[in-house]
């Protein structure tokens, strides 16, 4: 019986380690844009340090429909997303022949209704999209995030699998010890946190199931999209455009008429259809910030005359699973320690996948050959260059004239060249030499983080301390814990990056 | 305030369970010898239950759920810091983290 079972677990182990060195590069960008995407609503306001000022959720409606009226008239719709206590500004979606996409995606100032009081940036959306479409055209990054996903599954189970000491390596961790160490901080990053691991994982791949899947829905539907969608999103109401022009309803009654349905909760989404037409129609949203799921009530009602169409709340068992299992993965609901939670064990993972890399390349260093030589200089890339893409992205954020043209874009870009240029000095240099220096690199760019916001938005850390700004306190005290670790791990890699002592001592001896 | 309870609770008893491994207890040293391993293994295994109990006992249990298993991770992770680098503090810490557990868990529900 031990003896199958032991060739079973051999015969498993390359699985764990070929799968693993494919998609962990990608994985390793997936989970650390995950991990940031926890705080999407707080990168976002860190983003826009303008914005100061909150105002109740009719009057920024208000506000910022009078400022669609004027700047979109002729859009086919307006997508809204309500502030709420994690955001401050409202995030308006419409069509736009003149953006690079054909659509604009903005945030609004949530007392004037207006963009322009803010610099223009993407804030966290920026990462979010990054974290399932990697920056590639639709639905190309959607289909291998997806991919990357199944295969990060099955590395997991299969490391499960291999994992022959996982209760009496529990609690081990042995430092100092080269492959050793490495093997049980993976381990340890791995076991601890392994419910995280599998429900993020599979319930990733689920949220792109339409995509990757999309056989039922042929099965059941046919060609007949707009029969899919209906069914798909049962609190709309899809009308044709009438032709002729008529004054939408007043949007706070609407915004309160349908709080009363649901049962006082906030709306968190308001779609206008047709704005300005006699076929207007305003579909409200029921805030998911307080339930397990993920969207489950929907009121629609008619834009001109503020008749009610439709009211929609989620019932069915096999919906309600599904967005049990979205609203799991997005982790939307989760109050503030939860929050941090989730954050952790995305950065679990994220070392889960780093370390891993790394094991690849320390268990073959006995017979060194070019591929193993390209690996170790990658995963150096790799590893500093995402946190050090994450530090240009910020200090873009800070630097870039506020509203320079194409600002939206231009930010991003230093994510790109920071995680570039650290890939090729990874690719040019010594890695015993990369390592220390780009992790220094990013350290020192952490560190000075708060202090180049201190000096560009006049919010410091201790005007944050005084005011009880948690926002800018949290972004602040992350920035230097982050500069600490990095400067740690460029201690610890000088060290090892040396020549070993007895070869020190000949060398000072000869001198 | 219930998170921080089940999170200590959580703690002590990974500690326990840890006491009750031959390489663990050779790290701990001395301290390790205050209770025979089936006692830290009943312990242990108490102090978790303890904490997902009071974790769980909420309306918004469902939720709940889902945070339990983060501090258990998390738990799991002081228990293997302290184990690496002040590993003869753990008996000490066990104690301590079972007290304040306790005390809290007291003061909320009472």
């Given at each position: 019986m031990s003896t199958r079972q032991g060739s079973f677990r051999q015969r498993i182990a390359p699985l764990h380690t070929w799968s693993g060195l494919i998609v962990g590069w990608l994985m390793l960008a997936i989970a650390v844009t995950g991990t940031m995407t926890v705080f999407r609503p707080e990168t976002s306001a860190w983003m826009r340090p303008e914005v100061a000022q909150t105002s109740p959720p009719e009057q920024a409606l208000r506000a910022a429909v009078a400022y669609l009226r004027e700047r979109a008239p002729d859009a086919p719709g307006w997508y809204l997303q309500m502030p709420d206590d994690r955001t401050p500004t409202l995030q308006a979606v419409f069509a736009d022949e003149s953006a690079p996409q054909g659509y604009r995606d903005i945030a609004l100032d949530p007392v004037t209704g207006r963009p322009d009081s803010m610099r223009e940036t993407l804030g966290g959306e920026f990462l979010y999209r990054f974290h399932f479409e990697l920056q590639l055209p639709y639905p190309w990054g959607r289909i291998l995030a997806s991919a990357a996903g199944m295969l990060m599954l099955i590395t997991l189970v299969s490391g499960i699998i291999i994992h022959r000491r996982i209760f009496a390596d529990f609690f081990t961790f042995r430092s100092a010890k080269g492959q050793r160490s490495w093997l049980d901080a993976h381990n340890v990053l791995g076991v601890l946190a392994l419910p995280f691991h599998i429900m993020i994982a599979a319930t990733g791949i689920l949220t792109l199931v339409t995509l990757t899947f999309p056989w039922a829905g042929y099965a059941a539907y046919g060609k007949d999209e707009a029969a899919l969608v209906a069914d798909l999103y049962p609190g709309i109401v899809e009308r044709e455009r009438a032709g002729t022009p008529a004054p939408l309803a007043d949007m706070p009654a609407l915004l309160k008429r349908a709080q009363d349905l649901f049962d006082g909760a906030p709306v968190s989404r308001v779609s206008i259809e047709n704005?300005?037409?006699?076929?207007a129609t305003v579909t409200m949203a029921r805030s998911d910030a307080a339930s397990l799921g993920y969207g489950a009530e929907d009121a629609t009602f008619d834009g001109v005359t503020g008749k009610l169409l439709k009211h929609y709340r989620q019932v069915e068992p096999a919906r309600t699973t599904f967005s049990v299992l979205y609203g799991l993965h997005i982790g939307r609901f989760a109050p503030d320690v939860t929050r941090w939670l989730y954050f952790l064990c995305g950065l679990a993972l994220s070392g889960l996948i780093a370390t891993g890399l790394i094991l690849w390349v320390e268990a073959r260093r006995k017979r060194p050959h070019f591929g193993l030589a390209f690996v170790e200089r990658v995963n150096v890339g790799m590893v500093t260059g995402l946190p050090l893409g994450l530090v240009a992205l910020f200090w873009a954020n800070r630097l870039l004239p506020p509203h320079m043209p194409d600002r939206v874009v231009a930010e991003p870009r230093f994510f790109f060249w920071a995680w570039g240029a650290a890939l090729l000095i990874a690719l040019i240099r010594p890695p015993r030499r990369a390592w220390p220096e780009l992790s220094a690199l990013v350290a020192l760019g952490a560190a000075a983080l708060p202090f180049l916001s201190w000096a560009v938005t006049g919010r410091g850390l201790w005007d944050a301390l005084l005011a009880g700004d948690w926002l800018f306190l949290g972004a602040d005290l992350l920035a230097f814990a982050f500069a600490a670790m990095f400067a740690r791990i460029t201690i610890a890699l000088r060290r090892k990056g040396a020549p070993p002592r007895e070869v020190r001592a000949k060398r000072e001896a000869m001198a | 305030m219930s998170a921080l309870a089940s999170l200590l609770f959580a703690t002590g008893g990974f500690a326990a369970l840890s006491l009750t491994m031959t390489r663990h207890v050779r790290q701990v040293g001395t301290g390790a010898a205050m209770m025979p391993p089936p006692r830290w293994r009943a312990a242990g295994w108490i102090a978790l239950a303890l904490s997902l109990v009071i974790a769980v006992a909420t309306p918004d249990w469902h939720f709940a759920l889902v945070q339990w298993l983060g501090l258990l991770a998390l738990a799991a992770g002081l228990v293997v810091l302290l184990l690496w680098s002040r590993p003869a503090l753990l008996p000490k810490a066990t104690a301590a983290a079972w007290v304040a557990a306790a005390v809290l868990s007291l003061a909320l529900f009472l």
């Open positions: 704005p300005g037409d006699a076929a | -």
